[in-house]
């Protein structure tokens, strides 16, 4: 099923984050994330958890846009920032401040100081859901919030960064949802496979895969430091 709008188009980020803050659609998801927040892993027993949707983390006038699966149930689901919390948020927010992308080089929690420069993360689907796989039904439910966000982005956008190969699959069906032409046969994904398209704008971009770092790429060195490293030093140089 291919991905479409699902709701009217909402016409700036602040609002479409706020949209997405209070979205209910899923109720398995809803179910999940609300009880995460309160059951807690034993080490963060004396926060409050976040536990509603998670909007995308960044200015509004960003060059790359990273996109990932969907927040991590004791990470954003927590924090309630994107890639926050968690180890795999360690990863990614060290490779950005060592590519002059992010002020510091740790995520720890929304109130910490960080900043991006010139770079949005968000996510394909907005809820932890359980065991990190949401549904097909779940997936295409969410769909049109990415649509939105990468359609409000377009203008300074110019390099998209997909980590894992959902968040791949994601950004081509919404970019084919806005209607622009990308190459056939669909461009296959894999660490450092990119492919560029020029958008309906006229505009070149590009799309940039990197393997997720997730314990379990990372733990067994299947991502490497400078593995990701070199997705956002390339992200970067794209003009």
């Known amino acids: 099923m291919e991905w479409h709008f699902l709701l009217p188009v909402i016409k700036s980020l602040k609002l479409l984050d706020q949209k997405i803050v209070t979205c209910t659609r899923c109720p398995r998801l809803v179910q999940w994330r609300e009880e995460v927040a309160v059951v807690k892993r034993k080490s963060y027993e004396n926060e ?23 927040p991590g149930a004791h990470g954003a689901n927590r924090t309630g920032r994107i890639f926050t ?21 740790t995520s720890t929690s929304a109130n910490d100081g960080q900043k991006l420069i ?82 309906s704008d006229g505009v070149k971009r590009l799309v940039l895969g990197s393997y997720h770092p997730s314990q379990q790429n990372t733990f067994t ?7 990701l490293n070199s997705i956002f030093k390339k992200a970067k140089s794209f003009k």
């Open 48 to 70: 409050k958890y976040w536990g509603k949707p998670v909007p995308g983390f960044g200015p509004d006038n960003a060059q790359i846009v990273i996109v990932g699966l969907a």
């Open 85 to 105: 919390g968690d180890s795999s948020g360690d990863w990614l927010y060290k490779a950005l401040h060592k590519n002059g992308l992010a002020t510091i080089p």
């Open 118 to 199: 010139d770079t949005r993360i968000t996510c394909a689907v907005r809820c932890a859901p359980p065991d990190n796989k949401p549904s097909t039904e779940e997936k295409i439910q969410c769909s049109d919030y990415l649509i939105n966000e990468i359609e409000l982005l377009m203008p300074t956008a110019r390099t998209f960064v997909a980590l894992g190969s959902f968040a791949w699959s994601a950004i081509i069906k919404s970019l084919r949802a806005l209607n622009h032409q990308l190459p056939t046969p669909t461009p296959k994904f894999g660490h450092g496979e990119s492919f560029t398209f020029v958008g």
């Open 221 to 227: 060195g299947k991502l490497t430091e400078p593995m």
